[in-house]
């Protein structure tokens, strides 16, 4: 098993930054991938980014290329989120992920989940 602990959302004006972390801890050895999704109030949960354990192979959704930045600190066991220009449409409960097998944003790929953390953005 894999566990995984999120911190550091919070409110923040549209155009701000804010920085998500995701602690893994557990059975991290078997993890292939971790990535961040995203759920807004009414709509389905979304795949925001994601990076390879041990390769430096990272992902992003359109919806936030050129603005977020997911980077890893394996010493830590670590997933960052770095959000930058945020837009009011960012505003969502933010969710870090775990994989072991399967394909890049696929959410039913994805083993272990945290309890998310909520990120509100004001206009």
């Known amino acids: 098993q894999v566990q995984l602990v999120e911190s550091g959302g919070g409110l923040v004006q549209a155009g701000g930054s804010l920085r998500l972390s995701c602690a893994a801890s557990?059975?991290?050895?078997?993890?292939?991938?971790m990535g961040w999704f995203r759920q807004a109030p009414g709509k389905e949960r979304e795949f925001v980014a994601e990076i390879s354990w041990r390769g430096s192979s990272t992902f992003y959704a359109d919806s936030v290329k050129g603005r977020f930045t997911i980077s890893r600190d394996n010493a830590k066991n670590t997933v960052n989120l770095q959000m930058n220009s945020l837009k009011p449409e960012d505003t969502a409960v933010y969710y870090c992920?775990?994989?072991?097998?399967?394909?890049?944003?696929?959410?039913?790929?994805?083993?272990?989940w945290g309890q998310g953390t909520q990120v509100t953005v004001s206009s």
């Open positions: 557990g059975r991290t050895f078997s993890i292939y991938a």
């Open positions: 992920a775990a994989r072991r097998f399967g394909a890049t944003g696929r959410e039913y790929d994805y083993d272990y």
